[in-house]
Nanobody, 115 residues
């Protein structure tokens, strides 16, 4: 079955950095686009960054220039490097893959940006 396991969240001060990772199993990882979403308290889940099988990336306007999504097909891992973090980046971050009409999600990892 499809499994996505995130890691790397935590508490960081404004201006700091974190790197999230997501290990994916149960699919032929290299042929699928991968996404990172986030959900802050009281808000809808939003798409943060995407990467295609060929490595093309797209970002939400709010994180462009600060976050970088990458993938390592040999390690079946998608990562999100987050720099210059702001309090408004505080959220639970989820790794996502869409297969046919079905979305698969990881369990989420909490990122808290606070002084």
């Amino acid at each position: 079955q499809v499994q996505l396991v995130e890691s790397g969240g935590g508490l960081v001060q404004p201006g700091g950095s974190l790197r999230l990772s997501c290990v994916v199993s149960g699919i032929r990882f290299s042929i699928y686009g991968m996404n990172w979403y986030r959900q802050a308290p009281g808000k809808q889940r939003e798409l943060v960054a995407s990467i295609t099988p060929s490595g093309r990336t797209t970002y939400a306007a709010s994180v462009k220039g600060r976050f970088t999504i990458s993938r390592d097909n040999a390690k079946i891992t998608v990562s999100l490097q987050m720099n210059s973090l702001k309090p408004e980046d505080t959220a639970v971050y989820y790794c996502n893959v869409r297969l046919l009409q079905t979305n698969y999600w990881g369990q989420g990892t909490q990122v808290t940006v606070s002084s």
